[in-house]
């Protein structure tokens, strides 16, 4: 068994999830490669001792995390921190010769993302992917297979999103990602838009252009220490991309919403291909349902399936029994660690989002502000 030493930069709430599914690791029978943990790094020292009641393996702990780059122990880094930190900490991580799994948006902004491609460029030996787990959900694991058969035959519509409704309640304080300065001009589209993105992207359908309507419904908030203040970041993003489809080279249309003020939802992840040949729906709030129709003509029905806990990456949990969230992030560092061990992933829908479906989100989303301020629709520019 292989295993990969990780530092983790950032021990909040994603930091969290990473450290515990290396401690669930015996989950996966069949992996060749895990991950250890022996460095963590964070500016808040609070977060230390979780970590380090839990994990005996952390030899070092810091708040400079160019400490930890400088840690030859390390051989990948784990970085779960706000979005104006990605473009310095993701660069020097790459030159510091480390694997990288970034979290979304992989760069505040298109700038800062460049910046980071070119680190990649220049790094070719460091393997870089970012984080972004709903795709390991059985049901659109299938989708995923359903893509590859081309059961859908000609693609009529997609639709994707990610849905939260905890910003609803006026009274909740402000923290960091509802701050432009550090969560960026996108809003809600970088807190959320890559989750959006991911199959589409995965699936190889090309955003042409976009017009989208963005929404900044609560204008200011409490800040936690009496005061009120401005509350500047998109809630709500909806965006309507005319879309290629390279195989038939026909284009359809994709509506993608990402929202923090979408009232009775809490964290719903939504996927929907319609086709002329198939048409399949999945939604997180129904986990382990999978909607399925097939047209042969004849009567048109919708067929639903129950999905238990068909995996990527094979689990020793029984196959009856439903997924949930520890489950995909567990699924989503398996895609990692296999494809860093092996050079390419499993499956084409079993692999993490690459750099390059970073930089295809940071056109579209950069396009979507200029098309909301323009009211205009907006090519999207093409890949390097
Ligand atoms: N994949 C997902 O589902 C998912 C979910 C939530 C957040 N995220 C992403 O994860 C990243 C972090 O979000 P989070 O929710 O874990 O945030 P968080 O606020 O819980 O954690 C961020 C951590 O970074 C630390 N930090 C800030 N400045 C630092 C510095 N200079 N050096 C070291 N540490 C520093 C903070 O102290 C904090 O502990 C973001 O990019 C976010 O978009 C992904």
Known sequence: MRIVKFGIIGTGLMG????????????????????????ICDKNTETFHWFQSNFKTITQVTDDYKELLSNPDVEAVYIAVPHHLH???YTATIK???????????????????????????NPETFVRCSSQFPFTSAVQRIGEMIEADAFGEIIEVNSGFLHSSDLDQDKSINWKRMIQYNGEYGCMGDLGIHACHMVF???WVPLNVRAVLSNIIKQRPDGKGNIVPCETWDNAMLLCETRNPKSGQTFPWTFKTQRIAPGEKNTWYFEVLGTKSSAKFSTKQINTLNVLEYKGGNQIWQIVDMGHETAFKSITGEIFEIGFSDLILQMWAAFLYELDNGNPETRFSGCVTPEETALSHRLFTAALESYASAETIELETGQ
Request: neutral net charge.
């Open 16 to 39: 969290k999830e990473f450290a515990s599914v290396s401690a669930r690791w015996c989950h996966l029978p069949e992996m060749n490669v895990r991950p250890e943990i022996v460095s």
């Open 87 to 89: 473009e310095e900490f």
């Open 96 to 122: 510091a010769g480390k694997h990288l799994m970034g979290e979304k948006p992989f760069g505040i902004d298109k700038e800062s993302n460049k910046s980071i491609m070119l680190a990649i460029k220049e």
């Open 202 to 204: 995965k699936a190889g």
